[in-house]
């Protein structure tokens, strides 16, 4: 009789355990609503901010697509969409996949290429011809078919950072992800403990961390900000947009969890 007790007591206790325990989505905030494009604003090189040249940024079927049916050329109009808000210790997360071909003269290395900017300028501080926001990219890739390419690599545009302790001054850093081939969905999640670390997830999967994000005093869309700054680098906070970069592609799910600062 008193074993039969205990194994019922254990059974409620692991119930109400289970009922208590908060749901896995709990504090997540969703940035995109899957109707259209509110809390997002495209700025798109050689347009004034807000100007969607060839309804670039769009919705349909409950996805952000880029797309480019209205572009003969893609003569580098490189495009980024920023969300409203500010963040500085946060986790993000969505999906991305490749899709169709990609728009004539798009640059080669932009197949099937895009990316997650974090730690952004603001977009009004964005020249008109200005290519890409100063941040730190989660660089989003896709498989040609064949062969191996990483995605949730890192670019600099504009910045630097620190790994394993030294100063990384390279535009870009492979990750150690797998290849996605083809139109499927990869999921991304990006950790940013403000100026702490970064760390970036492939579909669960820690492919690359570092730290100390700061702006590259070399870099002549860096050298302003810097200035405006008085002369302070380090990085603790900024903005999130995604990339337009010539081949198109569709982002689903998108969320963010603010953290707390240490």
């Given at each position: 009789m008193h074993t039969r007790l205990v194994a019922t007591l254990l059974i409620l206790v692991t119930a109400?355990?289970?009922?208590?325990?908060p749901p896995a989505d709990e504090g997540w905030i969703s940035l995109f609503n899957g109707k259209d494009?509110?809390?997002?604003?495209?700025?798109?090189?050689?347009?004034?901010?807000?100007?969607?040249?060839?309804?670039?940024?769009?919705?349909?079927?409950?996805?952000?697509?880029?797309?480019y049916e209205k572009y003969e050329k893609f003569n580098r109009r490189f495009g980024h969409i920023f969300y409203k808000t500010e963040y500085s210790h946060y986790r993000l997360k969505l999906e991305y996949r490749f899709t169709g071909e990609q728009v004539p003269g798009g640059p080669g290395w932009a197949f099937r290429n895009s990316g997650i900017m974090a730690h952004g300028q603001s977009a009004k501080s964005m020249k008109k011809?200005?290519?890409?926001?100063?941040?730190?990219?989660?660089?989003?890739?896709?498989?040609?078919?064949?062969?191996?390419?990483?995605?949730?690599?890192?670019?600099?545009?504009?910045?630097?950072?620190?790994?394993?302790?030294?100063?990384?001054?390279?535009?870009?850093?492979?990750?150690?992800?797998?290849?996605?081939?083809?139109d499927q969905w990869v999921t991304c999640e990006l950790e940013v403990r403000g100026n702490d670390f970064?760390?970036?997830?492939?579909?669960?999967?820690?492919?690359?961390?570092?730290?100390?994000?700061?702006?590259?005093?070399?870099?002549?869309?860096?050298?302003?900000?810097?200035?405006?700054?008085?002369?302070?680098?380090?990085?603790?906070?900024?903005?999130?947009?995604l990339q337009s970069e010539s081949h198109p592609c569709e982002f689903r799910n998108i969320k963010l969890l603010p953290l707390k600062a240490n």
């Open positions: 109400a355990s289970a009922q208590d325990k494009l509110t809390g997002w604003t495209p700025k798109i090189k050689g347009y004034p901010l807000g100007e969607n040249f060839g309804n670039t940024f769009r919705v349909a079927d409950g996805v952000l697509q880029v797309g011809d200005q290519d890409f926001p100063v941040s730190i990219e989660v660089q989003l890739l896709g498989g040609p078919g064949k062969g191996e390419r990483a995605t949730g690599n890192l670019c600099t545009p504009g910045t630097n950072v620190v790994m394993a302790g030294k100063l990384v001054r390279r535009h870009c850093t492979n990750s150690k992800s797998k290849t996605y081939h083809g970064v760390r970036h997830t492939i579909n669960g999967e820690v492919v690359l961390e570092y730290s100390k994000p700061q702006l590259d005093d070399r870099d002549g869309d860096a050298k302003p900000l810097i200035a405006a700054r008085n002369g302070e680098k380090m990085l603790s906070s900024g903005t999130i947009s």
